[in-house]
């Protein structure tokens, strides 16, 4: 079958998409094992586009990950009381496995491996399974595969020595150890530790599927050549800044990420090498539930095609599940994340089928719940403030950086020298959620003292970008012109006078503004954060006209990610913690990986973790065949 070119999609404003309906207590509690059949045992499948992740959402791509809910592509949340665990072990939004018919069946096929889902971890599955010798047949919701993020975190390999930055060039445990932390401990030290091993490999088996992708040679921003603007790659801070010290920080953002001009030609040349090695891709196809036979073990899935309204049955010796979060699944979010409902957090997805609705609904949760998948407890919302006042490009005015913020009440309310995910939550704290980033005519020699991490304005140019970079290298550069268009639009207020600024903005305690932007300039000059500790490498005072100020309210959701009890050979547990035979898991899916939040120190780790354990399902679903 012709594979569809991957096709940006414009962004929408929609509301959440309803989960299934509310199944009994009960039925819910004796894990319901796949689908119904007329006299017969059968099992569950679903799909949806494993892309961000997230990232993705895993990790999205960074103008979506940066966007803020102001924004009018952002899909917005319905009203309603949040659910939560209750304790009983129900689970409201799973609803019954459907009843499936012989007679719905159009099609039965036989296959080795069969994945469900075709994004940031669906296609390197495939690809995997494929090369290994294996039939595979994919099953992928929407009209073509999805790929929304563009930067992956990585540790040696090849491609990484490239930079210089090869086996050894940080320290490993280190960075597992920070990992695990951010996630309360919460994570699979198992995962992690098999990413931190086999990610460089992995990365370098990855982009080698596409001859035609350029590698920067000596600087992140170098000029690209004419023949290598549309598909290139680069390693994220690079050179490293000699004011940025990650060693020292609280909070580092590790050098070791990667960027691509076009992640999703990447993934079109693996999913082209899949179809080579002989894989058959079925889209518009919704995996609908997984089979299973009389010991429990998942011999194959059906997939409702959305063109006939028929089914698709395939027996296979094995299953993966790469569908993507449950963004777009209001029941599954007030469940897992109430505080997102509550808050009024939006959400932004790129992943629609050819009628627009969302596919990451949690097909894949409800259909490895349905043969008795364990959920893990801890998921992690991925919310990623960018700064105030994002435009069309996704960046904050000033980025996200640590100037001095205050709320509504004119407070100062935090150590602001925090990276973007701790941002948000100190902003969703504060009356009416919203918070004023303040900084002053000196922010272009500022610039450079500030981290180069996710979000952070940290690099001043005279001159615009060219055309041909990439979403993930603006993130972290500011011109004139940026700060200029954000006053025109009036996403950034301005004035010549503190008093004047402050009267710009609405509901604003002047008086105590006043007194607290007071405050901060004695402790700047002091050069000792004596009221909450920030650095004083970044404890910039406000006294330099033109003054300016960017409101910041809540960001967007770029997904939730946490899914089955696994380990990192990507096999499903029961809630007994045994195996369920035949079934693998990768992507948002696949539980361990994060919990909490998303972590902030390894840029790109969702996208890369998908990479990495597509692969690694694919490869081992394949050795059942």
């Known amino acids: 079958m012709q594979i569809e070119s991957f096709e940006s999609k414009p962004l929408s404003r929609r509301n959440f998409i309803s989960g299934a309906a509310v199944a009994t207590a009960a039925a819910a509690m004796a894990g319901l094992s796949g689908c ?3 006299q017969t045992a059968s099992g569950a499948s679903s799909s949806a586009a494993e892309a961000s992740a997230s990232s993705g959402a895993e990790e999205a791509s960074a103008s979506a990950s940066a966007a803020e809910s102001s924004a009018s592509a952002a899909a917005t949340t319905s009203a309603g009381s949040t659910v939560g665990y209750d304790g009983t072990g129900a689970m409201p939004w799973l609803g019954e496995a459907p009843v499936i018919d012989d007679a719905d069946v159009e099609e039965e096929l036989e296959a080795d491996v069969l994945v469900i889902g075709l994004g940031a971890a669906g296609v390197p599955a495939l690809r995997a399974a494929a090369e290994a010798g294996a039939s595979t047949i994919a099953f992928e919701a929407s009209t073509h595969f999805n790929s929304v993020a563009s930067d992956m975190a990585i540790l040696g390999g090849e491609t990484q020595a490239k930079w210089g930055r090869g086996e050894g060039f940080i320290d490993r445990d280190l960075i597992i150890s920070e990992h695990m932390k951010e996630c309360s401990h919460h994570g699979s030290y198992e995962i992690i530790n098999r990413w931190a091993d086999v990610s460089g490999e992995a990365l370098d088996w990855f982009v080698s599927a596409s001859p035609s992708l350029y590698f920067v040679k000596d600087d ?25 010290k990650w060693e020292e920080e609280d909070m580092p953002c590790y050098p070791t990420s990667v960027g691509f001009s076009s992640l999703g030609t990447i993934m079109k040349d693996n999913l082209d090498a899949a179809v080579a ?3 058959d891709v079925r889209y518009s196809t919704r995996g609908t539930c997984l ?54 957090i939006q959400i932004l997805s790129l992943d629609m089928d050819a009628e627009g609705n969302l596919t990451n609904v949690g097909d894949g949760h409800k259909m490895g719940a349905w043969v008795g998948g364990a959920i893990e407890q801890w998921h992690a919302p991925v919310i990623h403030h960018m ?88 993130i972290n550069v500011r011109t004139k012109a940026d700060i200029d268009a954000a006053v025109e639009d ?28 007071e405050r901060y300039n004695e402790l700047a000059h002091a050069g000792k954060d004596t009221d909450f500790g920030k650095t004083p490498q970044r404890l910039f005072p406000l006294e330099n006209a033109p003054f300016y100020v960017a409101e910041c309210g809540t960001a967007l959701t770029l997904g ?33 990986r994060f919990n909490v939040q998303y972590p902030i120190s390894l840029k790109g780790l969702s996208c890369g973790m998908c990479m990495v354990f597509g692969k690694i399902a694919g490869e081992n679903a394949a050795a059942l065949a």
């Open 220 to 244: 992140a921003y170098e000029e690209i050549p004419e023949e290598g603007q549309k598909n290139y790659m680069f390693p994220y801070c690079y050179p490293i800044p000699e004011t940025y």
């Open 36 to 38: 119904a059949q007329p």
């Open 490 to 517: 009036g996403r950034c207020l301005t004035a010549d006078t503190i008093d004047d600024l402050l009267a710009q903005i609405p509901g604003m305690d002047v008086e105590a503004a006043k007194a607290s932007i």
């Open 291 to 344: 089979i299973t036979d009389s010991s429990g073990a998942v011999v194959g899935a059906y997939g409702l095609n959305a063109e006939t309204g028929k089914y698709i049955k395939v027996n296979a010796k094995a299953v993966i599940l790469a569908t993507g979060d449950y963004l777009g699944n209001e029941e599954m979010m007030k469940f897992y994340a109430p505080q997102c409902i509550e808050n009024g």
């Open 560 to 592: 939730n990610l946490g899914g089955f009890v696994s380990d990192a050979d990507c096999h499903v547990y029961n809630n007994e913690r045994e195996q369920i035979p035949g079934l693998y898991v990768c992507g948002a899916p696949q539980g361990g």
């Open 277 to 279: 090695a002989g894989a």
């Open 387 to 474: 700064g105030g006042g994002a435009g069309p490009d996704g960046r904050g005015v000033i980025g996200n950086n640590g100037y001095l913020w205050l709320n509504l009440y004119g407070k100062r309310f935090m150590n602001e020298d925090l990276p973007g995910q701790q941002l948000e939550n100190q902003v969703e704290i504060q009356p009416e959620r919203k918070a004023y980033q303040f900084f002053d005519s000196s922010w272009p020699e500022q610039l450079a003292y500030f981290p180069m991490a996710h979000g952070v304005a940290c690099i001043y140019r005279e001159d615009e970008l060219p055309e041909y970079t990439a979403s993930g290298l603006r």
